[in-house]
């Protein structure tokens, strides 16, 4: 593993209510000095949700995306609060935004945004075993809830309203853990 720049100064810019803009004056390992930027964000990270129906089936929501300003189709999401565990937090959003909970949630693994830049971190969440149970939300309108084949993954990337990076992959690794966790009881 190369050895971490050194900083030597840090200097931050308020952004706005999301995000910081932080400048790093950085140092290498072999004597080069640059200066990055990078986004922090607030908060603790956010929860991707898998929400399985049955075996065969995810639930997606479809939820306006105001960065392309159109009407996206993809997985529960959503900022953990202060004190919340990532499994906590995908209970909430669930009951949230499309108004399930489940008995079962495995954090799948984690996944950085745009590590280049921003300090962002996904937990990807496999929820199953799902029961009706509805919490109030901060979503604007109520969010239509769209099942998908989870085997039919090649037809939903190619729709022009599922772009988001954070659902394709978690719908692609979920599938494969879920692949194998059938392989492994044969």
């Known amino acids: ?68 300003h159109h009407y996206e189709l993809g997985l529960v999401k959503g900022r953990l609060e202060p004190g919340e565990s990532v499994l906590e937090g995908a209970q909430r959003e669930l009951k949230e935004e499309i108004g399930l909970g489940a008995k079962r949630l495995m954090q799948l693994t984690s996944l950085s945004l745009a590590p280049g830049y921003m300090t962002h971190v996904t937990h990807v969440v496999l929820a199953r075993d799902l029961y009706p149970e509805k919490l109030q939300g901060d979503e604007p309108e109520e969010l239509e809830i769209v099942p998908w084949p989870l085997d039919d993954l090649h037809s939903l990337v190619q729709r022009p309203d599922c772009t988001e990076g954070r659902s394709i992959a978690a719908l692609y690794i979920a599938r494969d853990h879920l692949q194998q966790e059938t392989t492994d009881v044969e």
Not at 16 to 21: A, E, H, L, S
Not at 40 to 60: F, P, Q, Y
């Open 1 to 68: 593993m190369p050895t971490l720049p050194k900083i030597h100064a840090r200097l931050k810019r308020d952004a706005g209510k999301r995000f910081k803009v932080e400048r790093l004056d950085l140092e290498f390992s072999n004597g080069e000095k640059r200066t990055y930027e990078r986004l922090l964000t607030h908060g603790l990270g956010a929860v991707i949700v898998v929400a399985m129906r049955d075996d065969e089936t995810v639930l997606l929501v479809r939820e306006y995306a105001a960065g392309l």
